[in-house]
């Protein structure tokens, strides 16, 4: 079955600077992969997504890059301030669409 | 609107009893999932129901556990007979259409299950 492995799983960056998370996937069949931020005590939110047909997406200070052909896809956040501190995870769909595989997830720590 | 509502937010049981969790989707969305988080680690899926029926149960443990969804709305996920390894924080989603990869999941707060 799918495996989606993650990395790091923490990260400190300095505030204002860029933080990337990676993540590898092991079934070529999958062609969705979003991107959710879970904040302590609450459910996980998507924060951007992208699908098997498109390499990179954007959405202000984040973006995704996508390589099909080694099957990894990164989490590329710019400018981080500090409310982006909070755990990060990758997820990806096997053949069965419904049913996402997640990563173990990173924390992701801002220093002021 | 109002989100996912998950209940209890936590509960703390004994080895050997049953439990109950309720999850309250967004109004209209016909798909809804269980999944189960345990600490440091991405959510594990559980089941999928698409409308009354459970799509897909096989992210189930055993078959102490089971959830059923009789209106298609709301969904009560049950555990007979707890094991301290059922201790996890218990995440409902919900999303308007089915399939993780055409819809956005809405997850609720989550239900902390501590089993002593």
């Known amino acids: 079955g799918e495996n989606v492995e993650q990395h790091p799983s923490t990260l400190s960056v300095q505030e204002g600077d860029s933080a990337v998370i990676k993540c590898t996937y092991s079934d070529s069949a999958s062609n969705y992969f979003p991107w959710y931020k879970q904040e302590l005590g609450k459910g996980p939110q998507l924060i951007i997504d992208i699908r098997s047909n498109v390499g990179e997406k954007k959405d202000q200070r984040i973006a995704v890059t996508l390589n099909k052909t080694a099957k990894h896809f990164s989490l590329h956040i710019t400018e981080t301030q500090p409310e982006d501190s909070a755990v990060y995870f990758c997820?990806?769909?096997?053949?069965?669409?419904?049913?996402?595989?997640w990563g173990a997830g990173t924390k992701l720590i801002i220093k002021p | 609107g109002a989100g996912v509502s998950q209940t209890p937010s936590n509960k703390v049981t004994e080895k050997g009893k049953y439990v109950e969790l309720r999850c309250d989707p967004i109004s209209g969305h016909t798909a809804l999932y269980w999944y189960r988080q345990s600490l440091g680690q991405g959510p594990e899926f559980l089941i999928y129901?698409?409308?009354?029926?459970?799509?897909?149960d096989s992210g189930l443990p055993n078959d102490r556990f089971f959830a059923v969804r009789p209106e298609g709305s709301v969904s009560t996920l049950k555990i007979q007979r707890t094991e301290r390894g059922d201790s996890a924080v218990y995440l409902c989603a919900s999303s308007l259409i089915g399939g993780g990869g055409t819809g956005e999941l809405f997850f609720g707060e989550g239900s902390r299950l501590t089993v002593l």
């Open positions: 129901f698409q409308g009354t029926g459970a799509a897909d």
């Open positions: 997820a990806a769909t096997p053949s069965k669409n419904y049913q996402l595989i």
